[in-house]
């Protein structure tokens, strides 16, 4: 079975670093872009980025470059979602999902920022 | 403010048809094919339409999409109490190079 497992939920503090992962499993995971996906509490769903596997290659939204730090490594199918100073308003639901149609979607991994 | 335009929320009454629009422009819906997802209360999103409107393997052909210049629409017919959730639009956007979403209607069956 095709598949992507993400991490389990985080609580931060302000200012705080977090790395989340994203697991692909069942196929060829170097073979396809991993995007990653925010939805805050109560809002509809916004591109954070993509990466492609084999190589490394990012793209980000230009309203999260700067922001936030997508990284894979192959070897272990994984790709992560990272942020070095972490705010309030990043809490939301991340959801990492198989570019190019968005056909297989993770569990989604909820990160909550608060003092 | 989302990129492409949906409507908040549409309802209607078991086994009837309804159908959500999704509005976009030149660099996005109107070059670019359309993806539709079902989002149930509390899980993750899931495909329902790809390439405007073909269905992935398990998907009911209650579910149908449709294009037309800048606008796409998702109709569902035959509607069930099972089909309450949220659906959003995407496409690829060639000046943002990277895909966009619609805002999501939420669908309410009466």
């Known amino acids: 079975e095709e598949q992507l497992v993400q991490s389990g939920a985080e609580v931060k503090n302000p200012g705080e670093s977090l790395k989340i992962s994203c697991k692909g499993s069942g196929y060829s995971f170097s073979s396809y872009w991993i995007g990653w996906v925010r939805q805050m509490p109560g809002k509809g769903l916004e591109w954070v980025g993509l990466i492609y596997p084999a190589d490394s290659d990012t793209r980000y939204s230009p309203s999260f470059e700067g922001q936030v730090t997508i990284s894979a490594d192959k070897s272990i199918s994984t790709a992560y979602l990272q942020w070095s100073s972490l705010k309030a308003s990043d809490t939301a639901i991340y959801y990492c999902?198989?570019?190019?149609?968005?056909?297989?979607w993770g569990q989604g991994t909820m990160v909550t920022v608060s003092s | 403010q989302s990129v492409l335009t949906q409507a908040p929320s549409v309802s209607g009454t078991p086994g009837q048809r309804v159908t959500i629009s999704c509005s976009g422009i030149s660099s996005n819906i109107g070059r670019k094919t359309v993806n539709w997802y079902q989002q149930l209360p509390g899980t993750a999103p899931k495909l329902l339409i790809y390439?405007?409107?073909q269905r992935p393997s398990g998907v009911p052909d209650r579910f149908s999409g449709s294009q037309s210049g800048t606008s796409a629409s998702l109709a569902i017919s035959g509607l069930q109490s099972g089909d309450e959730a949220d659906y959003y639009c995407a496409a690829w956007d060639d000046r943002l190079n990277g895909p966009v979403f619609g805002g999501g209607t939420k669908l309410t069956v009466l």
């Open positions: 390439s405007t409107n």
């Open positions: 999902t198989r570019h190019v149609t968005f056909d297989i």
